[in-house]
Structure formats: C-alpha cells, structure tokens
C-alpha cells in the first residue's frame, strides 16, 4: 500500500523552507527533541513484567483446572489444585498491595497525597 | 514437513542470527534494541517448531510486549544512553574479548557434535502430527503435580523481584 | 480438536487445489475482504454515529448517504505528499506503522467467525491473539520517537505505558473463560457456550460465559474496558488527545501512515469487541437454539453462514457501544488512568479469577444455568 502511495503521489521536497520543522501548534520548537526522564515509566514496565511472567505461569494451570475440577485428572485433587492457585495469586497480591501502599503506584508523586515512604 | 512450512523455518532462524548480531555489533543502541524485538520474534517462530506452542505465546507476551518495552523506554529517556555509541569503546578493550572468544572454540564444537548426535538419535516428530496434541494440558498438570514447588517458587521470586525493583527505584 | 480453517474449509468446499495455494487465498481474504474494509468502513460508521449524536448530518456527499467517503478518503490519503519530518529517524519512521498493522491484522487470522470459519483454530488460540496484539506497543513507541517531536514522543511513552498496564486487567480477564472451558482453543470455548433443549446437551453446554458465574459477568466489563484502553479509545485516548498533546504520537504521520495507524486503531477495536463477544457473549452461538437439533439438517454452508452472521452482529453490537462511548464519556487524564489500572482494575480481575475458581471449585464447573435446570427439574 505504501507502494501504491508512492506511485500515485506528487512529488515534493521534505526540505523547503521551515516545512519539514516539527510541529508546535504553529510556535517555533523550543528546547530539543528530549524528554526529562521519568522514572515512573520505568516502575510501571518493571511492574507489568512482573505481573505479566505471572499471567504467563498461570495459564497452563488454568487450562487444566476444569478437568481437575470436574475430578477427570488421576493425581490431582480439587481442593489441592485450588489452593495452588489460590496461593500463587494471593502472594502476587500481597506484592501489589505492598506496592500500592507504599506509594509506588503514583503516577504523580505528591498531588493525590501518597507520597513513597523511605 | 512441507517445503513451504521449511521455508519459513529457515526464514525465521536467518532473522534471529541476523538480529542478534546486529543486537551485538550495531553502533546505535536503540537500533540495536530494535533487532533484539525481532531475535525474540524469530525465536518464538522457532518454538513453534519445536512444538512448544505456548512457549512461543509466553515468549511474546513477555518478551517483545514486556522487555522490549522496558529496554526502549530506558533508551528513550535517557539522553546519554541514546548518545552512547560503539565506535566509543576503545579498542584495546577487544583484546581480551578476542582471546576468550578463541579459547572457547574447542568447547563449542564439542557441544556442537554432541547436539549434531542427539539430533541424530531423535529425529522431530512431524509438525502436523503432533500440532493438535493437549500440550499446555500437559504443563499445566505438571506444575500442579511434580513440579509444584517450582511453581509456588516463581511466585516468591517474581515478588522478590517486584520489591527490589520498586525499593531501587524510589527516590532517596 | 480438528483444524477447522479457511484453508481446509475452502478446499473440501470448492475441491480444486493443493492447500497452501487455499491459505494463501483465505490469509488475503481475511485481510481484503474483512480487515481493510471494516477498517474504512468504521471511520464513515464513527463520522456518521458521532454526527447522529451531535444532531448534524455527518457526510452525506460521496456516493449515497455518504457511504463511499471511505474511499474517497482513501484516495485522498494515497495522494498526499509523503512527509518526512526533518531529524527523524527514517528507518523507524517506516517500521513502526508496519509493526502497528501487523500486530492488528495478524489477530483476525484466530478469530472464531463461525464453526467452520476458523483462520486457523491454533491450540493455543487466545494466547496467540493476546500476544499479536502486543506488537502495536512497540510500533507507536517507535514511531514516536523517529518523528523528533517531543510531544509525539511523550504521547508515545504515554501510549505504551497504557497499552502495557491495560495488558494485565485484559489477560487476567479471560482466565475465568479458560478456567471455564478448559482450553485456549476458541474455537472450543465458543462451543461450550452453547445451548440444548435435552438434558443430555445441557450437561454439555453452559450458555453464554457472561452468565456462568457472577464474577465472569464482572470480567467481561473489565475486559470490555480493558479492549478500550489497549486501543487507545475514549475514555482512554490520552495518547491521541486532540487538545492537548496535538495529536499526540501521531503527529507528524500525514497521508497514508496516519491512514495506516487509524487502520489499524479501527482494526484492533474489531478484535478486542471479537474476543469479547467470542469469549463472554456466546460467538456465534445462537440464544436458545442449537443448529445440530433443528428438525431438517441444514448444509454446512448454510450453518457457517447463519453463524457468521450472528458473531458479526454481537461484535458490530459491541462496536456500535465503543463508538457511542467516544461521544460520551470525557477523557481521564494520565494519572487517574493508570490509578483505574493498578488500583482499580487488576485487584477486581484478580478478585475476579479467584472468584471464578471458588465457584468451579464448589459446583463442579456448572454455570447458573445448569444449576436452575437441576433445581426445576430435580
């Protein structure tokens, strides 16, 4: 599609004038092109990681539990299989709640008053 | 296995080699992340293959959606870090690199001929066949059977990580 | 489980052929016949809605009321100078737009249109759509960045964190489908979710995921919620804002790139509506009726249609809500929208999975509706 473009558009140069400079809602660019850095993208990435190597571990139990469940998986009790699973969340949502009240999960230090303790 | 699916199999392995030498010897940091996305795309094609199927899904979903992130964010915000160059590690650091490097030759080759030999002796079963066999059953029963001390493990240490992680990220 | 796709559908119905030449065409069909043109057609569907809403008339020009804009949009798109901002990064400037489209077409390959109509029932189906859908987020963080705009770049950073957060509630969500129906086939959890006038089906099917427990019926919103979040729609479009971050990621993409990306935006809104309907409101499962038990048989062909027909009806439904969401409900700003995620949303999905599996755990795994069927009739 991106070839199709190219054969049906004019021509023209990216370069003429003040054209090809990036847009500010018509003001000239102030500063460079840098953001300051933000650690709280960073905490967020780890964060999902973390939760999302647990949503990977999870699957695999879950997609058996049915037939434990229903008693079709010789070696493998209900309850036990629930209580696994039970644990593996509940631990990851004791590390969520640790987070949430140390303030870790702010997405602005300081305005909504829960400010990360030392 | 058909010619068509071979194909793709050589196309993947040809993009994760390809990427992740340019991973290693790309000047450009961010550039070099980029290949690493795609290395970690041609590795879950290559786990395909082997039959691994939710390993493959896992791969993504962890890797590309989560480490790619997390390495292009610290690149993207990080001013010196995107100014950091290859050409600026001076070259007398290479010295020993090439040594070690040379050293291990003799170790590669022999794990070489031993996998060239286990290959030998179990071949791959067909991928048609065994492409619809219950295999994220299998693991499933496994972690909740045999393998449930692993599994409850991960669990202490993804939160071990998340701790550490967000205690090293607070300001001091 | 039989493959039941395209490919092997359109070989014993049309019989000519070798297989690879069928899905070939069923991979291009998928993408021409389903993915492009709902994706042209949602941006005449979303003028027209929003028009309807703000009492005015909305295009009405092009073609009779106003259905054939789309192509002319994309004409006009086609057409326009290919601009490349100056200090952006070419390369990526070209790739992310192509990551973005990817990993939003890719998804229709798996989605369950009908019995028969499968792209391509893998055994790890929902897990593949979850993790095609990942690939927009390093596309628009790449394509941020290469457009040398520092507000692209923020509505970038923005965007991804976003879609990575939202990840989260989304998978957690459709754990309770597969707790339920033991499986990542969807293709399998569609069939369970249907109905049967015998006592015999009835053990078999459960009706519709939605109704199964009452923590699933929670899950669907969430995930509902969550499909708007990782598509960037309002109330979740911080990273698109029209007033403040200019366009935010976007920005500096004109002509046919910025088509591409509202391509795939409209594309992906598809997909997350698709899975919903697929995991939680049946597919293409009829209410109260059972096409195996009807009086006459009816061809497969026939079937397959009828199915069709209603899975694009429930996910157009659901569509409609998304669209009707957009003209209603104001944007969150940035830290109110990650608060819902981790505070709000994940504890409730959690909550959610445990709930879902207390309730399999303690009634065997039978939905509400096996359970008043055994309290009528036993």
Known sequence: MMGAGALLRPRSKSNIGDKGIAYECGELPVGSAWVKFNIRFYVIAIVFIVFDVEMAAI?????????????????????????????????LVAGLIYCWVRGDLEWVKGITGAVPKK | MSNGLKLVLFAAQLLTVASAILVALHPNVLYASVS??????????????????????????VYVGGVTILILFAIMLTQWLYKMNLKDVPAKLGIPVVIVGVGLIPALYKVMRELAAFVEKNPAPDLEKFANLPK???????????????????TILLLGALVGAVWLARPR | MNSANFANSLQTWIGIGPLWIWAIVSALAVLFLLALPFGGFATYVERKIAADMQDRVGPNRVGPYGILQFIADAFKMLGKED?????????????????????????????PLSKYL?????????????????????????????????WSLLG??????????????????????????????????????????TAEGLKQFHFWNAFHNPFTFISMILLFIGGLAETNRIPFDLPEAESELVSGFNTEFSGMRFGLYALAEFADVFVMCAIVTALYLGGWQIPFLNLDELWVTLPTFLIALIQLTVFLAKTFTLVFVVMWLRWTLPRLRVDQLMGLCWKGLVPIALFNVLGTAAWMWIFKGQSIAQLLYKLVSG
């Not at chain 2, 994220?136 to 991960?154: C, D, H, K, R, W």
């Not at chain 3, 601009?83 to 989605?111: R, T, Y």
């Open chain 1, 59 to 91: 699957f695999p139990p879950a997609t058996i539990f049915r037939d434990a469940v229903l008693g079709q998986t010789p070696g493998l009790s209900p309850a036990l299989v629930f209580l696994e699973l039970f644990l593996f969340v509940g631990l």
């Open chain 2, 36 to 61: 690493l996305l795609f290395a970690f795309l041609g590795v879950a094609v290559m786990f395909v293959y082997a039959g691994a199927d939710f390993i493959a899904g896992a791969q993504v979903i």
């Open chain 2, 136 to 154: 994220t059953g299998v693991i499933g029963q496994a972690l909740l059977s045999n393998y449930v001390l692993p599994f409850e493990a991960i």
């Open chain 3, 83 to 111: 601009f490349i901002p100056l200090g952006c990064d070419k390369f990526l400037f070209n790739l992310a737009p192509v990551l973005v489209v990817m990993g939003a077409c890719a998804a229709f390959a798996a989605l």
């Open chain 3, 118 to 150: 499968i792209g391509a029932d893998v055994n790890i189906g929902i897990l593949f759509i979850l993790s095609v859908t990942t690939l927009i987020a390093p596309g628009i963080l790449l394509g941020s960045w290469s457009s040398a705009n520092k």
């Open chain 3, 156 to 197: 970038g950073l923005r965007a991804a964190a976003q879609i990575v957060s939202y990840e989260i509630p989304v998978a957690l969500s459709i754990l309770p489908v597969i707790l339920i129906s033991g499986s990542l086939q969807i293709g399998r959890m569609v069939e369970l979710q249907g109905w049967s006038w």
